[in-house]
């Protein structure tokens, strides 16, 4: 009986001692993804104008090292001149206003399972019936591991 209580303390302890094994490191994932926004077709791109009963195609080249996860898009007005560009371009602000009926679009789709780049064009319809002005055209591409880029942009909306 001393020999099989021995036995089983011996097994559990090699055991534990494997699954505590130190991790090389390999399979960890640290690689921010990647939005190109000059690659050929892409668009907006710093100071594009998109206009108002109108769609547009936002198109942009993401990648990632390992899998890609979900894009997000965020539009939203920028009549107080407030910033958070990623573009070192000034691209001639309005004067500030006061929004009466701004547009603000936030939406995030996943992007298709297993895939390590993708050429996103997405359809973006603009309401006739919104405040013209400067808006933040913000793309945020996050990988399977739940790394994020963000890219934000200035455009305006005529």
Not at 34 to 45: C, D, K, L, R, S
């Amino acid at each position: 009986m001393q020999i099989i209580k021995t036995s089983f303390s011996f097994i559990a302890i090699i055991l534990l001692a494997a699954g505590c094994s130190k991790d090389s490191g390999e399979d960890i994932d640290t690689e921010y993804p990647v939005i190109n926004m000059e690659a050929p077709n892409a668009f907006p791109g710093q100071c594009s104008t998109v206009k108002r009963g109108e769609t547009f195609v936002f198109s942009a080249e993401l990648s990632d090292n390992r899998e890609l996860g979900s894009v997000g898009i965020d539009i939203h007005h920028n009549f107080d001149h407030h910033t958070h560009s990623t573009e070192t371009e000034n691209c001639g602000l309005d004067p500030v206003k006061t929004p009466v009926k701004p547009y603000v679009l936030i939406q995030t789709d996943p992007l298709p399972a297993g895939l390590k780049s993708y050429s996103i064009q997405q359809q973006i319809t603009i309401p006739a019936d919104i405040d013209p002005g400067d808006y933040h055209f913000m793309v945020r591409l996050t990988d399977k591991e739940g790394w994020q880029t963000i890219k934000r942009l200035s455009i305006k909306i005529n």
